[in-house]
């Protein structure tokens, strides 16, 4: 998988571009966790839904935030990493401007920017929001949410703990015309670890496949 480095708003960013071969394929572009807690392109859970989404046909891109791996820049409170998502889509969309739907997932902080992300482009059609953590994160200007998509979280999770997911999705049920689809694995932690990943990626497989089935009648 090739590495690329694109322009971003504070200078080069690094990432990881996975196409396929089909000029329309779909399009999907994957958040990392917090810059600060350790968090990169190669996070775990990160990797995952990359190669989870490339099997389901999908054209991927994940990256570095700034001031992560070869990326430039230092880290700016989300603001600054708000603009390298859309930087990051922008490039994708810029080698795809044929694909047929595009798709942001994002993990922990990197929920929290994909969903900002999805407020300001209208084009991203579905979501995969991996333990957002709304204990820790002001996630109101989803007012209203313009797409449907998959919130998912571990019922273990000490880090940003279910019960302010369940206020998150119940808020975002309230809304008129998009479905949010909320799973809780059962006893998973923040980081899906031991079998919970293979439970976490088949949940997103499934919901996504469902997706793109009902878009293409």
Known sequence: MP???FPGPDGRLEGRY?????KDAPIAIILHPHPQFGGTMNNKVVYNLHYAF?????TVLR???RG?????????????ELSDAASALDYLQAMNPNAKHCWVAGFSFGAWIGMQLLMRRPEISGFISVS???NMYDFSFLAPCPASGLIINGS???VAPPADT???????HEQKGITITHEVLDGAGHFFENDHMDTMIGTVDGYVRRRLTETSR
């Open 3 to 5: 590495e690329v480095i």
């Open 18 to 22: 996975h196409p396929q071969k089909q």
């Open 132 to 134: 957002p953590p709304a």
């Open 54 to 58: 490339h099997k389901m046909g999908f």
């Open 63 to 65: 990256f570095n935030f």
């Open 68 to 80: 992560v791996g070869k990326s430039q820049g230092e880290y700016d409170q989300g603001v600054g």
């Open 166 to 172: 369940v206020d998150l999705v119940e808020k975002l």
């Open 156 to 158: 273990g999770d000490r």
